[in-house]
């Protein structure tokens, strides 16, 4: 109930800021959710904590039934991040594989390290060009980047309890 008082509430806060053209504040929220669902840990788990030092073993482990591991996670978090990222830039995607399901794979170790890698440098992107947004950009980028923070809040959701099951949580 917590998090969709909070979405409702940073929804209402983007109406406002847009209305009032109070493009610092949004800003700021803005950036702020990106962090929080990534890196800063405010009144839950951040990304970047709840992978922190899993191995690419731990990565690759999978229940019996058809749910993901924690490194088709972060591949699938990678992937709409990085979709995302580039739709903020109006990059080509013409080189760039759309299809989600060929990001699900099984991790080496060096595979896992750069998997980790780059979904911290999409990450710090995404918060990057969002500090640097124009007015225009933020007035059209404010509900996708709500929705970043909060599938990556989701995920991570699932990435614990994968731990927790495990015995890999502290």
């Not at 970047?48 to 731990?58: D, L, P, S, V």
């Not at 591949?75 to 760039?96: C, I, P, V, Y």
């Not at 991790?107 to 710090?124: G, H």
Request: glycine residues 4%.
């Amino acid at each position: 109930m917590k998090a969709i008082l909070t979405i409702v509430t940073l929804g209402l806060l983007v109406l406002s800021c847009s209305e009032k053209k109070n493009n610092s504040e949004l800003k700021t929220v803005l950036a702020e959710q990106l962090d929080y669902s990534y890196s800063d840990q405010n009144w839950f788990v951040p990304v970047k904590t709840a992978i922190n030092g899993i191995t690419a073993e731990q990565s690759n482990w999978k229940d019996s039934t058809d749910n993901h591991s924690i490194g088709e996670l972060v591949s699938h978090l990678t992937f709409w991040n990085e979709m995302q990222l580039r739709a903020f830039k109006g990059e080509d995607f013409s080189g760039f594989e759309t299809d989600n399901d060929s990001t699900f794979k099984v991790y080496t170790e060096k595979e896992w390290d750069s998997a980790v890698s780059k979904l911290d440098s999409v990450q710090t992107e995404l918060e990057r060009i969002t500090e640097q947004a124009n007015e225009k950009q933020l007035a059209e980028w404010a509900s996708d980047v709500l929705n970043v923070a909060a599938h990556n809040a989701y995920h991570t959701g699932q990435i614990i309890y994968i731990r927790k099951r495990k015995g890999w949580w502290k």
